[in-house]
């Protein structure tokens, strides 16, 4: 499971390559797409694993548009809106170590 520590971390990294802050954030879907693991034993894992304030939203939340609807797709929808959340705090914590730097 990625971790608030690692994704501060590729941010931190992308930014010292030259990548502006507001590049990262319009990205942010893509990041958040790529933390959702595909293969049904790792998702299977990460929702385990992730606070169980996540558990179901996914369905709620995003409504029943998965392409199939099953467990497993639904646990995906869960850890996509985890995954969403997890990057945007990352964000705005970064934001704001960002400005307190400058």
């Known amino acids: 499971m990625t971790t608030y520590d690692e994704i501060m971390e590729e941010f931190k990294q992308e930014i010292a390559q030259g990548i502006d802050l507001d590049d ?3 990205r942010s879907h ?3 797409d790529n ?3 595909v293969y049904n034993n ?3 894992e990460e929702w385990q694993a992730m606070p169980s304030d996540y558990d179901n939203r996914g369905s709620a939340e995003m409504g029943h548009s998965c ?4 467990i497993i797709s639904l646990m995906g929808a869960d850890l996509y809106l985890y995954y969403q959340d997890l990057v945007a705090l990352v964000l705005d914590d970064l934001s704001e170590e960002l400005e ?3």
């Not at 392409?67 to 099953?70: A, D, F, M, T």
């Open 35 to 37: 933390y959702v693991p």
């Open 42 to 44: 790792c998702i299977l």
């Open 24 to 26: 990262i954030k319009d």
């Open 30 to 32: 893509e990041y958040v």
């Open 67 to 70: 392409q199939e609807i099953n």
């Open 100 to 102: 307190s730097v400058e």
